[in-house]
């Protein structure tokens, strides 16, 4: 079992900054998928950016890259978010996900979450 738990959500002013931080706990290796999730309301759960096991480097989906940063530290059981330079649509709820195997970053391809921290960009 893997238990998630996210932290640093806030209201920040368009063109700011923001860290989120995840702890993970229970069964988590190197070669864990571990990865960053976001929901804006009423819209679909969304891929943010993640390492898809040991050794690889992080990815990130088009409308972050360049402003968000995603890192590792203790050991593999703290994941961050950096997010500069955000804009008010980056509003969302922000979850971290980790799963077992890479499959993909759909979102029906992590195993474990946690529950969510709130972002909200104010323009």
């Known amino acids: 079992q893997v238990q998630l738990v996210e932290s640093g959500g806030g209201l920040v002013q368009a063109g700011g900054s923001l860290r989120l931080s995840c702890a993970a706990s229970?069964?988590?290796?190197?070669?864990?998928?571990m990865g960053w999730f976001r929901q804006a309301p009423g819209k679909e759960r969304e891929f943010v950016g993640g390492?898809?096991?040991?050794?690889?480097?992080?990815t990130y989906s088009d409308p972050v890259k360049g402003r968000f940063t995603v890192s590792r530290a203790n050991g593999q059981n703290t994941m961050y978010l950096q997010m500069n330079t955000v804009k008010p649509e980056d509003t969302a709820v922000y979850y971290c996900?980790?799963?077992?195997?890479?499959?993909?970053?759909?979102?029906?391809?992590?195993?474990?979450w946690g529950k969510g921290t709130l972002v909200t960009v104010s323009s």
């Open positions: 996900a980790a799963a077992m195997a890479y499959w993909g970053w759909s979102p029906s391809a992590m195993n474990y």
């Open positions: 229970g069964r988590i290796f190197s070669s864990t998928v």
């Open positions: 390492f898809g096991g040991s050794g690889n480097s992080p």
